[in-house]
């Protein structure tokens, strides 16, 4: 085993995966966990998608995991007043077909339980060991508990969540490093809604394997059928301002009743209320919906994994997946670099942590900005919102969303150093397309769609130009008449086919019409340079 070592703050889910992996590759680690137990009860769903489940497959407890939980086979959203919007019968199915798996639920208890059964050496994982101090010297790093016991290692990795300990990295980083941005990382953590979530005995006629959403002006629900006849659901509340680090809330139990009290009547389903559901819980917590990506998730030899480093909206359900991807993430840079065998010194680490921050940083920000659109759109949040949620949305065929969700799954990582069966689904991870292109950068992007809007804007000088009109009024053009006709019917099929690609149903190109009769009016010289700018701008 390697003789660098690894210390591992929170038995979260990026914790323990970290854990897990770290041994499959022989790599030193201690974890320590608060908590006396390893998987405390509190009461929590979580589910799982295609980029979370190809890591655990590759970890071999794919098969476990899924007989612990409850597939999302058909799924139905209402509006208010329990008003049926969309009946999608068939959306488990298409998940497996375009991703490889199927989405399922399961109490976040039963995943860490099995991520922690699934651990050889036992010996590793220390309970009842709170972190209250962290600091790091050139070359390692050490951590002090509440019990005056000191831990010694190469790197700490901050995997305790959204208030995490290590985040003490700041109050060292004020003191050695003035140029460290401690203020601007307080300040994009930020709260615009709170949840209420929990877990009940599942009401007479709801189904196995069904999911419901229902929509409310300023809020939304989530529920979802779980094994042993239980219900997760989810309450997503719009706040009356929005809060920032320190100020953000904190719920209390009679928080939690006022907030019962006021929607109870809310009707989720025909015959059932969020009262109704209530009484039927296990247990209820409401909680804040931090929201941040960081832009620096990593001090000297602090790193911050999971909830510390991103946290997301949990109404798309990608914060546990993007965990145990920020997880396995860093374990593949940590073997790639020791495998070449050097010693880890102090510039290694840092250029190995800014790698991690710069991948995981893109993809995370993308996949909570996509949640908070989501939320405002399921909450109703504008009377646009609320018109394209009931009439554009709700018409659109599931194979048409879901197909949506691509860029959410696609770019996930996989481990490299661990076997994954060919790909499955027909919508292949990036890491496994063979021929990848890759981003094209702003810069770039800026470049082509500018150098588009010159051409453009030059037609439009030269059409008004005197000689150009006389040129054309002498008949001396009237030679390309056959060429302009073929011109018409190839950019005419060409924003046709465009507009039918599911990456632009959002977009301004989602419709040949409008650039069809541009071109009529203003002269395809004018209107095929301003489409191709929009397109590199869209597709950027």
């Known amino acids: 085993m390697s003789s660098f070592k690894v210390l591992i703050v929170g038995g979260s889910v990026a914790g323990l995966t970290l854990a897990l992996i770290l041994e499959r590759y022989n790599i030193d680690y201690m974890l320590l966990e608060k908590h006396d137990t390893i998987a405390p009860p509190l009461g929590a769903g979580i589910g799982l998608q295609a980029h979370g489940l190809r890591i655990m497959e590759q970890l071999g407890i794919y098969e476990k995991l899924a007989s612990l939980g409850m597939p999302l086979n058909k799924l139905k959203t209402f509006a208010p007043g329990a008003r049926l919007l969309s009946d999608q019968p068939t959306a488990g199915d298409l998940f497996e077909e375009l991703f490889g798996y199927r989405m399922f639920f399961l109490d976040r208890q039963a995943l860490l339980q099995t991520l922690y059964d699934s651990i050889g050496d036992k010996s590793r994982i220390c309970t009842s060991n709170e972190v209250f101090k962290v600091e790091t010297l050139d070359g390692s790093a050490f951590v002090t508990t509440r019990s005056r016991a000191v831990y010694h290692g190469d790197i700490v990795v901050g995997a305790d969540g959204v208030r995490s300990r290590i985040r003490e990295m700041w109050r060292i980083a004020d003191v050695k490093d003035p140029s460290y941005p401690t203020d601007q990382l307080r300040k994009s953590i930020t709260c615009t809604y709170k949840c209420l979530f929990g877990i009940s005995q599942r009401p007479d006629g709801i189904p196995d394997e069904h999911g419901f959403k229902t929509f409310q002006e300023g809020r939304s629900y989530l529920y979802q059928s779980g094994l042993g006849g239980k219900l997760y659901w989810f309450l997503f509340i719009k706040n009356p301002e929005v809060t920032i680090h320190h100020s953000i809330p904190r719920y209390s139990a009679e928080n939690t009743k006022d907030v019962v009290e006021k929607y109870a009547g809310d009707i989720l389903l025909p015959g059932l209320t969020l009262g109704d559901l209530y009484k039927l819980r296990v247990n209820a917590v409401l909680v804040p919906v931090e929201e941040f990506v960081l832009d620096r ?107 949506r969700m691509a860029p959410s799954v696609t770019p996930s990582h996989i481990l490299r150093y661990m076997p994954l069966e060919g790909s499955k689904g027909r919508v292949a991870p990036v890491s496994q397309v063979q021929v990848n292109a890759g981003k094209r950068s702003t810069l770039a992007t800026r470049c082509w769609a500018t150098s588009m809007l010159i051409t453009s804007f030059s037609s439009f000088v030269l059409a008004r130009s005197s000689n150009f009109s006389q040129m054309v009024n002498s008949g001396t053009l009237v030679s390309l008449e056959a060429y302009t006709s073929m011109m018409v019917v190839i950019t005419n099929s060409l924003w046709v086919v465009e507009s039918y690609r599911l990456g632009l149903l959002f977009s301004p190109l989602c419709s040949a019409i409008p650039f069809a009769l541009a071109s009529i009016v203003f002269g395809r010289a004018i209107i095929i340079p301003m489409y191709f700018a929009i397109h590199i701008y869209v597709t950027g």
Not at 299 to 310: C, E, P, S, T
Not at 358 to 379: H, N, P, Y
Not at 384 to 403: D, M, Q
């Open 297 to 403: 998730c990593f001090y000297k030899r602090a790193v911050l994994i999971g909830d510390a480093f991103h946290k997301m909206n949990p109404l798309t359900g990608h914060g546990g997946n993007s965990a145990i991807e920020s997880a396995a993430m860093l374990a593949d840079l940590l073997k790639e670099a020791l495998d070449r065998g050097n010693p880890l010194d102090d510039t290694t680490i840092q250029r190995l942590f800014s790698k991690l921050q710069t991948e995981r940083g893109s993809r995370t920000r993308s996949l909570m900005q996509a949640a908070q659109m989501v939320q405002r759109l399921e909450a109703l949040d504008t009377p646009f919102l609320k018109f394209l949620n009931f009439f554009v949305l709700s018409k659109l065929g599931p194979e048409v969303i879901l197909a």
